[in-house]
């Protein structure tokens, strides 16, 4: 702490110049030095008037920990602000486990995120709004030498972390559930209706904590060390069927603050029971490509047909025929991560090195991802291909002549149609959920280069 009430007034106010002045300057910078709107940009970050104007815009936004528009992104209803600290605790985990340096967030008017930012300024290792809950008479010193003012501007500021209204409201775009807490579920006075939200500031902890565990320099290296099986003391963390679900589509920032930073991502765990493997997984000697023995996998012949037969049935051009198409090439694709995941993840390092592979050398850069974590000096130009990243698009190619094939000469089928297939692997979820992993333990560009398969 500082040493004297002059010395904090002091350590405020340079905090809230700092401020306004890099905001300033990033604005400044964009434009000519005699633009007349440098002038406007000076009076609007001078700190008085800049200061009235956010303490009116701050209506505009809501601190949370708990939101709504995750559940539906139009629908408008109550958000809640609950610190970890003001929840019971239980047993199981939830947003009461969150430390008290938490994540909150944001919703509202993403013109008025700076508001926010400025909030979260932070002096003597606290932010500028938790100085205002606890009415720090030296942060009101600095905020206005008038102090109604100062103590005005603080009141607006503080009410960002409250709803709207005092009244809790849903939306009908918002899911309710009845739930039963009496005896009899025949009286409707026995049931209180619940209107579920998401847990914005646990879900934002989750997400850090997976991307820690998968794409952190001592993952990297644990996983490294789990491709080349030897001993490693660091910890692997592997999350099995993970799946990404995306609010906000294009536009995140519409979701929440902590939506916009994860680019729209929140992660789902699998609440599935574990399949038991009871066979090795046998590498594909012998044969010239893996797709051949992808097709008499358990079901996927199955599945070709129910797409051949539906395809053959001329379904009417409509949505719920492009939905149906849709879903049958999603199991095809889930198979095809699934069978070859099982190539990459349970076969040793360079298997595609023996001489009984006779695998093309793109399904050797898909299948066995491990000889690139090797990196061995003689294995430098199969790398280099590697992190190029033409391979996917190449994948997805035979993918698609595959599918042709099997889906028979009944079907007037050929290169359009081989394409829509191709272009359907490469943007299945599980598909580039897969790639991202890999991409992400080796090094990779997150980005792949758009290249037709040839």
């Not at 979260?120 to 942060?139: C, F, G, H, I, N």
């Not at 008499?296 to 797409?307: A, C, F, K, P, Y």
């Not at 990196?375 to 391979?391: I, Q």
Request: hydrophobic share 35%; charged share 25%; proline share 6%.
């Amino acid at each position: 702490m500082s040493d004297s009430p002059q010395d904090r007034r002091a350590l405020f106010r340079a905090a809230i110049e700092r401020f306004l002045q890099e905001r300033m300057s990033s604005k400044l910078d964009k434009l000519a030095a005699d633009d007349p709107k440098r002038s406007e940009l000076l009076v609007q970050y001078e700190s008085g008037t800049w200061l009235a104007d956010a303490a009116r815009r701050v209506a505009q936004i809501q601190t949370v920990t708990h939101s709504l528009k995750p559940i539906h992104p139009e629908a408008r209803g109550t958000n809640l602000y609950c610190p970890p600290e003001s929840l019971p605790s239980h047993r199981e985990v939830g947003s009461h486990v969150l430390s008290a340096d938490f994540s909150g967030d944001v919703v509202g008017n993403a013109a008025a995120l700076d508001v926010y930012k400025f909030l979260k300024v932070s002096v003597e290792e606290r932010p500028l709004l938790e100085w205002m809950q606890q009415d720090d008479a030296d942060l009101l010193a600095a905020l206005s030498d008038d102090s109604e003012k100062a103590q005005a501007w603080a009141e607006a500021f503080r009410s960002v972390t409250q709803p709207a209204s005092e009244i809790p409201a849903s939306h009908g775009l918002a899911k309710q559930l009845y739930w039963l807490t009496g005896e009899d579920p025949a009286n409707d006075g026995d049931f209180h209706l619940l209107a579920p939200l998401y847990a914005s500031s646990f879900a934002h902890s989750v997400f850090r904590t997976i991307n820690e565990d998968r794409f952190s320099d001592p993952a990297k290296a644990a996983q490294k060390a789990k491709w080349e099986r030897r001993d490693h003391d660091g910890v692997s963390r592997e999350y099995p069927n993970l799946a990404v679900q995306k609010f906000g589509g294009t536009k995140p920032q519409n979701i929440s603050q902590l939506n916009s930073e994860r680019g729209g991502s929140n992660y789902l765990l699998a609440s599935l029971p574990p399949r038991w493997k009871s066979r090795e997984v046998q590498a594909p000697w012998y044969v010239d490509s893996v797709l051949s023995r992808f097709g008499h996998s358990d079901g996927v012949w199955t599945q070709v047909r129910e797409l051949r037969d539906f395809l053959l049935s001329d379904p009417p051009p409509t949505m719920e025929t492009r939905d149906r198409r849709e879903g049958l090439i999603d199991s095809l694709i889930d198979g095809l991560v699934d069978f070859a995941q099982r190539f990459q993840v349970m076969l040793p390092a360079g298997w595609t090195h023996d001489s009984r592979c006779r695998l093309p050398e793109v399904e050797r850069l898909w299948l066995d991802p491990g000889r690139v974590l090797a990196d061995a000096e003689d294995d430098a130009v199969f790398c280099g291909k590697w992190h190029r990243m033409d391979w996917p698009a190449e994948v997805g190619n035979r993918f698609g002549n595959w599918l042709n094939k099997q889906l028979g000469p009944d079907l007037p089928l050929g290169d359009v149609e081989a394409r829509q297939w191709q272009t359907e692997l490469l943007l299945q979820q599980d598909w580039a959920q897969r790639l991202h992993e890999l991409r992400g333990q080796l090094d990779a560009p997150r980005y792949i280069p758009t290249r037709e398969g040839v």
